[in-house]
């Protein structure tokens, strides 16, 4: 088991190669379910070995190999409790995308083989111990994407693609600047990620440290992403497709805030004079992205838009529970990531059901859907009510305690959140109200139900939502341990 | 030295010429059908120079002066002549199949080794007048190759604006060094004309002195097609036969590299003269302009020489930074493009041969247009066209992101965060024409939807190309020892 974490990094990319050179759909997406599958039962292995009781920074099922050793750049490989649950989140979500997308026939080996480099992509920047090696795979992440968009995407494919590639790349570039000012300012003369942070707080300038802190979190904020830096995710979400979608809603966003607790909270207390302000920086972009995210999302007009919008918000509350910066709000928005990663697929996966079946997916259009397609109406219902925040169900737990923790150190934006999480109810049900409810418009010709390639991940994913929501401990102990031990957080 | 370690050390350059002259004899006698054989010897000699190069003169050669100082053997020079060696390889093999019936293989063969050969004799020299004779030799051959198309007006025409401003350069660069030499008194030895005028100062601070550097900047500049001593660039490697243009943009300009990283950096260090100001003009020039012109040009070879200015001004920011690490980021970078431009410009010569041979009236072959559906027409083709294109971007895991990552990395270690910063907005500018290639070819649908059949020795060209692009960028650290060591031997 000592290169295990190898292995289930590049057992997609060698399924990716393969995939790519298959002739027929079926046997593309045969290798692709099995290249993504195999990951999932290594990741399911690891986590029941894993030991949630370990300090944050200290990691397990390490690898490392010596790479650029003039500038220390290793190969260097591990998991703590930040990142195991969002190594299984990947590992979770991608098969279950692969049998979403089943049906597809254009280019299938090529579209599946793409799926299985941004699941290698993204389990690379989970496991990345190496400042340098995670660059790579952050960048490694963009193309794939790219090309599911310019490639598989709805009309306006060419401009979304662009701006989405453009826009995050131009942030990672930002971020590198940021990485090689904290290389050169600690002058530990390695990239190690562990190492860096420990000599951030030695920095002699606390105007380098602010810098060093803005340039990295700029580029997590595209990422993730926040208001004003969002715009380019409601083009790419809704021009891609619906697996281009889920995966990036599911894990591609949560690269930006695994970024905050790996790389920035560690370094709040290492800003001295300037932390209050940066907390507040934080606390205000959380709150102003879930109140402005939430209300465009009240206004849309197409609903892959508004999850799109919902996805915005509710990835506000990860920067609130970060900025609160205490072990409630800390874990709990730790917790959000993952909990939203199986949320937003299923909302995806409803709406792509929807576009596909009767080809529209503006919600004045629809109506009544419920009557002809009852399993979609169930499954998509139960996904809106996790995302509204349901008790019981995975979201509430996150929103629970982010809420409730930012209310110890952050009251007031504690309080404005609060009032977005009344706007998501508001626009989940109403949208739910006049799509899926009412008397079935006719135009819509007659719809079939799910195909069961379509019931299966989506059922998986509303059964995972609520028994995180029943018992969230499985997944919550890991992430509590590595939250309270984050310098300064207790 | 005796004559046997002279003619050991030397070895590549020897075959090259033996060989040479060995395909201008043979091809007298030879039909223009059987004169494919001669690009078969210019390619084997071409490894066998690069074996040699690899095995025998990496490491362990710190030979200086050989041949009245004029010549030396050490990593730098053999790092260079590595790069050309391929270059020229991945040229000829390229040229097999697009020549394989031309009557004038012989003289094209030839030139191309002269080329090479002047390349590797400004890669080793350290005395002006060498270095000035090899330019020539490379320049007189490369001339002729931009030409050689010789029906063809616009390769007529780059060959006449390549040859008018490359002898405009030619000149103010010996004027240049002639100054030198007139100031220092006699001396034509690099490091002696370093040492002569870090004793002296004040004569390199003289108006004449600094009249004597923006000469050689200037002549430097236009080799490496520097803003605004670029305009010919794009013309040239529009015009030139496009395996040639690959030649023109990753050998004879990188030649023009290492003849500044030795005479410039050496000079400017030793007289201290301050050129700081004027090389972080001309960088941010020539990466800006180089990159938003390009934005705009629909044939693609124009795009790569207008990339090729851009990639020039990163590369330029050693004369700024001057540091042994911005040195090594140099030095690397221009292995790293030579190998990413030269696949790139023989995958569009590939694609071109092929599209002639579809409809032997197709105008304009490397407009983007043309692009369209290239991943179904030929997936192969349009696989490194995607990877050779990203690397230019610095995408990893490629050549392109080590080198870059490594060169900005130097720049912010030397302090200069506004010079990277700029470098960086660049580099995310360029993204968006290159990736608009790879949309043209993934994304919109081909023309028609026959097949098209990449002739072997262009799958090989490309392939080697790909290689080094992927080698580097995977396994760099080598690479990185070998551009390391390179760079100490100027002692910046």
């Given at each position: 088991?000592?290169?295990?974490?190898?292995?289930?990094?590049?057992?997609?990319?060698?399924?990716?190669?393969?995939?790519?050179?298959t002739k027929t759909r079926e046997s593309a997406r045969m290798i692709a379910l099995i290249a993504s599958a195999v990951p999932l039962v290594l990741t399911v292995m690891i986590y029941l070995q894993f030991n949630s009781g370990l300090a944050f920074l200290k990691f397990q099922f390490v690898e490392k190999i010596s790479w650029i050793s003039s500038l220390g750049i290793n190969y260097y490989l591990g998991a703590d409790g930040v990142s195991m649950p969002l190594i299984l989140l990947n590992a979770i979500l991608c098969p279950l995308t692969v049998i979403y997308a089943w049906g597809e026939n254009k280019q299938p080996n090529q579209f599946f083989a793409l799926i299985l480099v941004l699941q290698a992509g993204v389990f690379g920047v989970f496991m990345a111990l190496d400042f340098f090696l995670f660059y790579i795979f952050w960048e490694l992440t963009l193309i794939p994407l790219y090309f599911l968009i310019s490639i598989w995407g709805g009309p306006n494919k060419d401009y979304a693609a662009i701006k989405f590639f453009i826009y995050t790349h131009v942030a990672s570039l930002v971020m590198l600047l940021g990485i090689f000012a904290l290389y050169f300012s600690t002058g530990v003369n390695t990239f190690e990620i562990p190492v860096l942070l420990q000599a951030f707080a030695d920095i002699a300038s606390p105007e380098m440290r602010v810098a060093i802190f803005l340039a990295l979190f700029f580029g997590f904020l595209v990422k993730m992403p926040t208001v004003p830096f969002h715009t380019w995710l409601?083009?790419?979400?809704?021009?891609?497709?619906?697996?281009?979608?889920?995966?990036?809603?599911?894990?591609?966003l949560k690269m930006g805030g695994y970024g905050l607790f790996r790389v920035l909270l560690p370094m709040i207390n290492g800003l001295g004079q300037y932390r209050s302000d940066i907390i507040t920086l934080m606390a205000v972009l959380a709150v102003v992205s879930i109140l402005y995210a939430t209300f465009l999302a009240l206004a849309q007009k197409d609903m892959k838009k508004m999850v799109a919008y919902s996805s915005v918000a509710h990835m506000g509350y990860v920067m609130l529970g970060a900025a609160a910066f205490n072990f409630m709000s800390v874990s709990g928005a730790m917790f959000q990531q993952f909990s939203h990663g199986l949320i937003t697929a299923v909302l995806f996966m409803s709406v792509g059901v929807i576009q596909h079946t009767v080809h529209t997916r503006k919600i004045s259009e629809l109506g009544g859907l419920a009557d002809r397609m009852p399993k979609l109406a169930f499954l998509m219902m139960a996904g809106f009510m996790a995302s509204l925040g349901l008790p019981a169900m995975s979201g509430f737990v996150a929103e629970f305690l982010v809420l409730t923790g930012s209310y110890l150190t952050l009251p007031v934006f504690a309080l404005l959140a609060m009032l977005g999480i009344v706007a998501t109810a508001g626009y989940h049900l109403w949208a739910m109200q006049r799509a899926m409810f009412g008397s079935y418009n006719e135009k819509l010709?007659?719809?079939?139900?799910?195909?069961?390639?379509?019931?299966?991940p989506m059922a998986i994913l509303v059964l995972l939502i609520i028994l995180f929501g029943v018992y969230p401990a499985p997944v919550m102990n890991v992430f509590e341990y590595a939250s309270k031990i984050i310098p300064g957080v207790m | 030295m005796t004559f046997v370690d002279l003619i050991s050390q030397f070895a590549p350059e020897i075959i090259l010429t033996i060989s040479a002259l060995a395909i201008m004899l043979i091809g007298l006698g030879l039909e223009a059908k059987e004169k494919r054989a001669l690009g078969y010897i210019a390619g084997l000699s071409l490894v066998l120079a690069s074996l040699i190069v690899v095995f025998r003169g990496t490491y362990g050669f710190p030979l200086e002066g050989i041949i009245a100082d004029s010549l030396t053997i050490d990593p730098m020079s053999q790092f260079f002549k590595l790069t050309f060696l391929l270059v020229s390889l991945i040229v000829v093999i390229a040229s097999l199949k697009q020549y394989d019936n031309h009557q004038n293989q012989d003289e094209y063969y030839t030139l191309i080794l002269f080329g090479t050969i002047g390349m590797m004799v400004v890669a080793s020299a350290v005395d002006i007048v060498t270095i000035f004779i090899g330019f020539e030799l490379a320049s007189l051959s490369t001339y002729a190759l931009a030409g050689f198309n010789k029906k063809d007006p616009s390769s007529m025409e780059a060959a006449i604006k390549y040859f008018i401003v490359g002898a405009l350069s030619s000149t103010l660069l010996?004027?240049?060094?002639?100054?030198?030499?007139?100031?220092?008194?006699?001396?034509?030895?690099?490091?002696?004309?370093?040492e002569f005028f870090s004793a002296n100062p004040t004569v390199i601070q003289s108006p004449l002195g600094i009249m004597a550097m923006m000469l050689i900047v200037a002549g430097f500049g236009f080799k490496m097609?520097?803003?605004p001593f670029h305009m010919w660039a794009p013309d040239t490697y529009q015009g030139a036969p496009t395996v040639i243009s690959a030649l023109l943009a990753a050998g004879s300009k990188k030649m023009a590299f290492v003849?500044?990283?030795?005479?410039l950096l050496i000079a400017m260090i030793a007289v201290k003269v301050d050129m700081a100001i004027v090389f972080t003009i001309l960088a941010i020039l020539t990466m800006t302009i180089g990159n938003v012109v390009a934005l705009s040009q629909r044939s693609l070879k124009r795009m790569l020489a207008y990339s090729s200015v851009a990639q020039a001004g990163y590369i330029s920011m050693v004369f700024v930074v001057m540091s042994p690490e911005a040195l090594t980021g140099a030095v690397l970078y221009v292995m790293s493009h030579a190998f990413m431009k030269t696949g790139a410009f023989i995958a569009v010569a590939a694609l071109g041969y092929m599209l002639v041979k579809e409809n032997s009236s197709a105008k304009d072959v490397d407009h983007l247009d043309n692009f369209a559906g290239l991943g179904k027409r030929s997936p192969f083709l349009a696989f490194c066209i995607m990877i050779f294109l990203f690397a230019l971007s610095g995408i990893p895991p490629t050549a392109g992101f080590v080198s870059k990552f490594i060169l900005f990395y130097s720049v912010l270690k030397g302090g200069f965060v506004f010079l990277v910063t700029i470098a960086i907005l660049n580099s995310?500018?360029?993204?968006?024409?290159?990736?608009?290639?790879?949309?043209?070819?993934?994304?919109?649908?081909?023309?028609?939807?026959?097949?098209?059949?990449?002739?072997?020795a262009y799958s090989l060209a490309i392939f080697l190309a790909l290689i080094g692009v992927l080698a580097i960028g995977i396994v760099p650290e080598p690479f990185i020892n070998?551009?390391?060591?390179?760079?100490?031997?100027?002692?910046?």
């Open positions: 088991m000592d290169s295990v974490l190898s292995l289930i990094l590049f057992i997609p990319l060698i399924g990716a190669a393969i995939t790519l050179f409601p083009d790419a979400h809704v021009e891609a497709p619906t697996a281009g979608s889920v995966l990036l809603a599911g894990v591609l010709g007659e719809p079939h139900d799910l195909a069961v390639y379509e019931m299966i | 010996l004027f240049g060094l002639s100054y030198l030499y007139g100031l220092s008194g006699g001396l034509t030895n690099v490091s002696d004309i370093a097609a520097l803003v003849a500044a990283f030795r005479v995310a500018l360029s993204l968006y024409y290159y990736a608009r290639v790879v949309k043209y070819m993934y994304v919109l649908p081909p023309p028609s939807s026959e097949k098209l059949a990449l002739p072997r070998w551009a390391a060591s390179a760079a100490n031997v100027l002692g910046l």
